[in-house]
Structures are given as structure tokens and as C-alpha cells.
T-cell receptor, first 113, second 112 residues
Framework: GAVVSQHPSWVICKSGTSVKIECRSL??????MFWYRQFPKQSLMLMAT?????????EQGVEKDKFLINHASLTLSTLTVTSAHPEDSSFYIC?????????FGPGTRLTVT | KQEVTQIPAALSVPEGENLVLNCSFT??????LQWFRQDPGKGLTSLLL?????REQTSGRLNASLDKSSGRSTLYIAASQPGDSATYLC???????????FGKGTRLSVIA
């Protein structure tokens, strides 16, 4: 299957700062990438769908001006959490999809202090 | 809107037991269904994928079945081991380029 990496694997930032998370598809041309968020003891919730070369599609309740997504190439999508607050602390996971299967990155744990 | 439910939410069993995890979904027009394993603080490991035309898939001690018409899937784990302790997530996909819809998972503890 496709190999997906995320960087960083964990990050701690101060409230009010911005954090960028990278999602790379190492061996799969991903026209679409998905960003999920997982709060403690909860399941994964889709935040947005990242489309290469065009604007991302956000799920209801997700602020597009706060969670900036850029999908500039077929192998890289970035999620920037702007003006982070403690309630943004979560586990962020990206995936790339084929017709047959979804492949997930290892996740990024964000802690906002 | 597709909704996925997993029962039970948590399960604790002694080592060696066979066990069944349940997953149900509201929209039976799925393309495929996947079972994942997630260890605490880690990403997802894909365990089994069942396409809509299939009834079951097996990998080692794991067997997943799919009854698409009734909107149900089960994950059977034989001869459970402490290393099987993790959260098991069920997810369905309705078309090829749409995201997975996840259940909330079953947290499994296998006691030695």
C-alpha cells in the first residue's frame, strides 16, 4: 500500500502561535488527501478534504480560516493551525485514498499550552 | 448521512479467549469496509479490508465478515493475546474518492 508520512510527529506550542503539519505521500500520486482530528478516547472525525491545485473542502463546523490547508503537489499537503488555542490540542491524522483503500499517516500530536 | 456504530465500546477478556467485535452502518450502499487497529497515541494500522462484493476476509487470527444488506460487520479474533490490546476501529467508504466514516471504536484489553 501507499506510504504516508507526517511531520512533525508531535509538537508543543504556545497559545496564539501557528503550527504547520505536513503530510507526504511517498509513493502514491495523491490528488486528494484527507485531514482528520481525534480527541482523546474519541474516534477520527474528518476535518477537510484537500484537493491538489484547488481549494480544500471543509466539514461543517471546521473553521477554514483557522485550519489552513494547502495541497500544492501530488505528494504534499499541509495543515496550518493558526492562532492555536488549548482546545485545538488533538491528534491530527492525514490519509490518501485510492478506489480500493485508504492509507493513513502516523499522526501528529499537537499540544497547545 | 452514513453513520457507523461499534459495540461494545470496551471489552476486557482473559488471554486465549475468542471474541467478536461488532460494527453496524446505516447506509448499506458502501464500496468497502475496513477494520483498523490503533494503539494509544499512535496512528492507524489497517487490519482487513472487505469489498462490498465480498463476504469475509481473513488474516491470521483475524476474520472479518460483512453483511452489506443488513449493514453489519463483525471482527472475530481467535485465541486472543495481550498484544491484541488496542482500540479497533471500523470504517466504511461509500465511493472511491470520499473519506472513510469511522465508528467510535471498541477498546479491547486482553488480560494475561
Amino acid at each position: 500500500g501507499a506510504v504516508v508520512s507526517q511531520h512533525p510527529s508531535w509538537v508543543i506550542c504556545k497559545s496564539g502561535t501557528s503550527v504547520k503539519i505536513e503530510c507526504r505521500s511517498l509513493d502514491f500520486q495523491a490528488t486528494t488527501m484527507f485531514w482528520y482530528r481525534q480527541f482523546p478516547k474519541q474516534s477520527l472525525m474528518l476535518m477537510a478534504t484537500s484537493n491538489e491545485g484547488s481549494k480544500a473542502t471543509y466539514e461543517q463546523g471546521v473553521e477554514k480560516d483557522k485550519f489552513l490547508i494547502n495541497h500544492a503537489s501530488l505528494t504534499l499537503s499541509t495543515l496550518t493551525v493558526t492562532s492555536a488555542h488549548p482546545e485545538d490540542s488533538s491528534f491530527y491524522i492525514c490519509s490518501v485514498g485510492s478506489v480500493y483503500e485508504q492509507y493513513f499517516g502516523p499522526g501528529t500530536r499537537l499540544t497547545v499550552t | 448521512k452514513q453513520e457507523v456504530t461499534q459495540i461494545p465500546a470496551a471489552l476486557s477478556v482473559p488471554e486465549g479467549e475468542n471474541l467478536v467485535l461488532n460494527c453496524s452502518f446505516t447506509d448499506s450502499a458502501i464500496y468497502n469496509l475496513q477494520w483498523f487497529r490503533q494503539d494509544p497515541g499512535k496512528g492507524l494500522t489497517s487490519l482487513l479490508l472487505i469489498q462490498s462484493s465480498q463476504r469475509e476476509q481473513t488474516s491470521g487470527r483475524l476474520n472479518a465478515s460483512l453483511d452489506k444488506s443488513s449493514g453489519r460487520s463483525t471482527l472475530y479474533i481467535a485465541a486472543s493475546q495481550p498484544g491484541d490490546s488496542a482500540t479497533y476501529l471500523c470504517a466504511v467508504i461509500n465511493s472511491g474518492n470520499t473519506p472513510l466514516v469511522f465508528g467510535k471504536g471498541t477498546r479491547l484489553s486482553v488480560i494475561a
